[in-house]
Structure formats: C-alpha cells, structure tokens
C-alpha cells in the first residue's frame, strides 16, 4: 500500500509559477513509474507528466518546456514544476504511482486544485 499526498496548488496569475509536491508513505525508488494528470471542468483526465524510477521523464505536448517533473528519493517526494502558467492549465491535479513488478498496482492521491487567473 503506498499513501500519496499532494500539495502546492492554489490560485496563480497567467505566466506565474507554481511547484506542485506530492509525498509518498514509502521511498519512491521502489515505485517504477510516478506520474501527474489533471482534470480540467468537463475534461477527461489525462497525463501531463511521468518519471520512471531509473530518471526517464515525458511530458505531454501542452505543457512540454514549461513544466518539470522530478524526484528526491531522499524525501521520497516528486515534484511538478509549472511555469508560464495559462488559465488552459487551471485543473485538479493527482499524484499517481503504478508498481509493475510481481503485478500491476495502481495508487492515486487526493488531488490539489490550481487556478490560473488574473
């Protein structure tokens, strides 16, 4: 079982910043993938982010060159980094692991809410 929980989010200016955290109850080295969606009103759920255990990220093409992902096993914690926000990116965003190795395990945290708006 693996807990994750986000902060960070809030309200932000259009081209403001924001550094999203999301803490996981176990060292995330063990977790083969780590991820961030979000939910924008009357959208589906889609993938903004991904790192892998061994440092492989991806983004999706609308925030690719503005937003970061990243991980310090030490504190066990994965980071989104969100710079030039726009109000397109205002959405509840979730922490996300999956375990692959022996099955497939699947764990989501409770969602912080980020508002871009002047």
């Known amino acids: 079982q693996v807990l994750l929980v986000e902060s960070g989010g809030g309200l932000v200016q259009p081209g403001g910043s924001l550094r999203l955290s999301c803490a996981a109850s176990?060292?995330?080295?063990?977790?083969?993938?780590m991820a961030w969606y979000r939910q924008a009103p009357g959208k589906e759920r889609e993938l903004v982010a991904s790192?892998?255990?061994?440092?492989?990220?991806n983004y999706a093409d609308s925030v690719k060159g503005r937003f970061t992902i990243s991980r310090d096993n030490a504190k066990n914690t994965v980071y989104l980094q969100m710079d030039s926000l726009s109000p397109e990116d205002t959405a509840v965003y979730y922490c996300?692991?999956?375990?692959?190795?022996?099955?497939?395990?699947?764990?989501w945290g409770q969602g912080t809410q980020v508002t871009v708006s002047s």
């Open positions: 996300n692991a999956k375990i692959v190795v022996p099955d497939f395990r699947e764990y």
């Open positions: 176990r060292n995330i080295f063990s977790i083969h993938y």
């Open positions: 790192i892998t255990n061994g440092g492989t990220s």
